[in-house]
């Protein structure tokens, strides 16, 4: 890329940052957090997150402050960050964006009497080839509201002596129903798409972020965390598998949905929380 090309993305990056904004509560209604990033590009960033008291005025002593970030979709591995310095009710931590895109941050907080208050926060993280991709991914689907997507993650252990395969899927969740891959190149995640799903004789596979996925295009109606939905996998023998997918904004540790078909054991079957768009 020219100086001038590496002038315009930036400028490119910098007036499409917009500002976080604030998804979810769970915290006692006495405090209220807040979050900002120094930075919104990839790379080195610090999160300066605020803790006021009802009447608006910083919290003098606020406690521990934990930080999970997940990306919203193409997923990597959680980044975490934690500390129990704040300064005026203000903490100020060093952290970094690994990759582009859609970031869910949760800001919890534990205060000294062991409360804890929490709250997420939607964070775009953009570059110009991200742009792009997204550009490419959506297109034919100028009909699609931002959030009008989903991806389906899950656990298939395959007990059995032949590799299975799963051929297609279905719900009447969404209208469409691929089978993805997330590929990382110079730290940027893109989708591909795959044919099917093998999970080989013995083997396992993981549907998770920053992997492979079911993605939902078309949502028939919002997906609520805590809700659930029905998947159905078609395996290339001709068997249903008819399974529960849990909504959540990120992986829970253990769901304890195991459910068997024969040789294979499904289970940890969650989705990302999306708004239907438009129809
Ligand atoms: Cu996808």
Redesign the pocket.
Known sequence: MTASGRMTALLFIVLLSCAACRQGQVTPSDIQLDLTASDKRLGDSILLVTVTDRDGQPVANPGKLNIRADMN??GMIPVFAETDQASNGVYSLPFEWTMGGSWIVEARLTRPNGDVASQTFNVEILTEASEHDHATMDQGGSDQAAGDVS?VYMRITNQGASDRVIVSAASAAAERI?F?Q?IVENDIAR?EPLDNLLIPAGGTLNLQPGGA?I?LRGLAADLQPADKFSLQLKCDTGEVYELDISIANMMMDELNDAVEYGDLVFSNLWARPAKAGEH
């Open positions: 979709h193409a991806a691929e993805h997330t989708m996925h993605m």
